[in-house]
Nanobody, 121 residues
Framework: VQLVESGGNLVQPGGSLGLSCAAS????????MRWVRQAPGKGLEWVAQ????????NYIDSVKGRFTISRDNVNNTLYLQMNSLQPEDAAVYYC???????????????RGQGTQVTVSS
């Protein structure tokens, strides 16, 4: 299993950023995926999750209406579109692979190396 995140950058408050996660080494379309983040000095926090087919998504309250998780099962890529970014969104963002197709029952065992998102003026 290999997960490679990209797209992190420095963005001003209120700006937008899109993250990608290229997956390989497993049948991507069979598994739920999620994005998690870790801010300096804090623990991992899940941000958004999506089922294997992309038909169901779920978000933590703090990003609802601002972030959108999606996936391309042809190109084995997971995405996170982030709008209206705030300083509290600054973190290293990781993608994780679920153990099942449904995120409701999945555990998450594999994580990429992360991509840094900085929100600052």
């Amino acid at each position: 299993v290999q997960l490679v995140e990209s797209g992190g950058n420095l963005v001003q408050p209120g700006g937008s950023l899109g993250l990608s996660c290229a997956a390989s080494g497993f049948t991507f379309s069979n598994f739920a995926m999620r994005w998690v983040r870790q801010a300096p000095g804090k623990g991992l926090e899940w941000v958004a999750q999506i089922d294997s087919r992309g038909g169901m998504t779920n978000y933590i309250d703090s990003v609802k209406g601002r972030f959108t998780i999606s996936r391309d099962n042809v190109n084995n890529t997971l995405y996170l579109q982030m709008n209206s970014l705030q300083p509290e969104d600054a973190a290293v963002y990781y993608c994780e692979k679920g153990t099942l197709g449904s995120y409701s029952y999945s555990t998450y065992k594999y994580r990429g190396q992360g991509t840094q998102v900085t929100v600052s003026s």
